[in-house]
């Protein structure tokens, strides 16, 4: 449970491996952790239709997955308290991972081998898992021999309204165009429009049983976030989908400018609407399993407000809200989603700050006992930075891969947004950026199609195998011995 006190005593974590390319003893162990996610839902990331797979493959090892503390089946309590969520740390996660690779009892290497001292352990990770692989890299050296991080957002943002730059430089233009002036029109009228007029607009869309307006407003940014998730090898997508509602149709053109303007503006404000309200909005909240979001065209699940909702009460491991992750997103890494400043264009409404995002945070874990989430404490932000580095990674036989257009570059050691521009490639951390693609797109073999996300993979593998002919040459590694020792968030 804490490593720092093994009297709070010990829960299970459950670990599934694939040694179908493993050599036997002394053959590399390639771990991954499906980090926020329940383990069962990720079992291909240990076969070779996946980036953990073809790497064991190629260096004839094995792979092994790792549950995440909190997460899935691996979860020290029955109920998330406030209470119970203080051992949910980044300390305490990456020391659960350097403790199974040091300690565990590996069934298909009964010789016992499998040690880091005696084996290489490579730790691939993609998006969060990305960024404990990185800071597992800077905080806990020694255990892992090798690493990869795709997708890693490295540097905590509180108001991260960069995320949604990369989207608007790769969308459709007329898509972003259009988009954004349906932001801004929304923003308006929800800013200074008449009770009428903002009711009018939420009940356009199938809101109007939202009370605030900064939930409708958020609710209606929502489908932007879709472009995180579009992959080379598919073949539909609804984010593709939203662009072509939005887009379709003709527009009468008249010589007056302002006319042409309104009148477009009416057009796909109407086509956004009816795409919402047919495609995006029918079954979202009812997804969820909660009785008072039942129903196709309930909208309660964005009501953000309301502390008596049954997913905010939901304590149990299982809920479908995400309590631990949104535990961690509240106290430790932020990156909170929000409009861009009123000197930028954005695609997601203004309306949605930081205030709004921490008015969630302290309803779901109100403090009580002497507890609190982080931001109660101090400048979560500046704190992790502080401890990780952020974007300014100097690392060792780690490989780095972000997509051109993932919004989660903008927080990576690739982001435009870091003060000396994207990080420089060096032999030692080797930094691709991936062109004209999204996020992980390197983690999944189907997406081998494209080719620069195919020169990107080859080039990890061929890194990867590199760095473990380079472990079989050493003659001994002792810092795989070293005790545990990082520095705590209080």
């Known amino acids: 449970m804490d490593h720092n006190n093994i009297d709070k005593g010990t829960f299970s974590q459950s670990f599934w491996f694939n040694s179908t390319y493993w050599k036997g003893p002394g053959s590399p162990i390639i771990f991954y ?67 199974f690779a040091r300690t565990a009892d590996l069934l298909f290497d009964p010789s016992g081998k499998s040690h880091p001292s005696q084996t290489p352990w490579v730790w691939i990770g993609n998006s969060y898992s990305a960024a404990l692989v990185a800071w ?15 997708g890693a957002m490295l540097n905590v943002i509180h108001d991260f309204w960069q995320f949604n730059f990369p989207t608007q430089q790769g969308m459709p233009e007329n898509c972003r165009s259009d988009f954004e002036a349906i932001i801004g029109h929304i923003d308006s009228v929800f800013s200074s429009g008449t009770p009428m007029e903002q009711f009018e607009l939420k009940k356009s869309f199938g809101l109007q049983d939202l009370s605030h307006l900064d939930d409708a407003a958020n609710a209606l940014s929502q489908p932007v976030i879709g472009w ?105 890494f932020l990156l909170w989603i929000t409009g861009a400043p009123v000197d930028k264009p954005t695609i997601y409404s203004r309306l949605v700050n930081t205030t709004y995002i921490e008015r969630q945070c302290r309803i779901l874990f109100p403090s009580k006992e002497n507890t609190a989430y982080g931001v109660t404490r101090e400048a979560a932000s500046d704190a992790m930075n502080s401890l990780t580095g952020g974007w300014d990674h100097q690392g060792k036989r780690i490989f780095f891969t972000n997509g051109e ?22 032999s030692e951390q080797p930094v691709i950026l991936i062109k004209g693609v999204q996020h992980c797109a390197d983690m999944l073999a189907r997406n081998r199609i494209n080719e620069p996300v195919r020169a990107a993979m080859d080039a990890g593998i061929a890194q990867i195998a590199a760095w473990v002919a380079e472990f079989s040459r050493k003659k001994q590694f002792h810092e795989a011995q070293r005790p545990v020792q990082i520095k705590c968030i209080h």
């Not at 597992?136 to 795709?150: K, N």
């Not at 039942?294 to 049954?310: H, I, L, M, Y």
């Not at 993932?406 to 990080?423: H, I, L, Q």
Request: hydrophobic share 35%.
């Open 33 to 99: 952790t499906p980090g926020q996610n329940a383990a069962v839902g990720r079992l291909q990331y240990l076969t070779d239709a996946t980036l953990p797979g073809l790497v064991a493959k190629e260096v004839g090892g094995a792979v092994v997955l790792v549950e995440h503390r909190y997460f899935g089946d691996s979860n020290p309590f029955q109920n998330l308290t406030t209470q119970n969520m203080q051992y949910l740390t980044l300390e305490q996660v990456l020391a659960d991972f350097v403790h």
């Open 136 to 150: 597992a890299e800077r905080l806990v050296p020694g255990t892992f021999w090798a690493y990869y991080a795709s």
């Open 228 to 332: 995180t998730f579009v992959q080379p090898s598919d073949e539909h997508t609804q984010f593709y989908d939203m662009c072509n509602a939005i887009e379709s149709g003709e527009l009468k053109v008249s010589t007056d400018h302002d006319s042409n303007a309104n009148d477009r503006l009416k057009r796909v404000l109407n086509n956004y609407a009816k795409w919402y309200t047919n495609s995006y909005l029918p079954g979202k909240c009812d997804s969820y399993g909660y009785s008072d979001w039942a129903g196709q065209s309930n909208v309660q699940c964005f009501d953000t407000v309301n502390p008596s909702w049954e997913a905010f009460r939901d304590l149990s491991v299982h809920n479908t809200l995400g309590r631990a992750w949104n535990w961690m997103t509240c106290t430790y």
């Open 405 to 426: 257009l993932d919004p989660w570059r903008s927080a990576s050691v690739s982001s435009v947004f870091r003060p000396d521009g994207p990080m420089p490639s060096t």
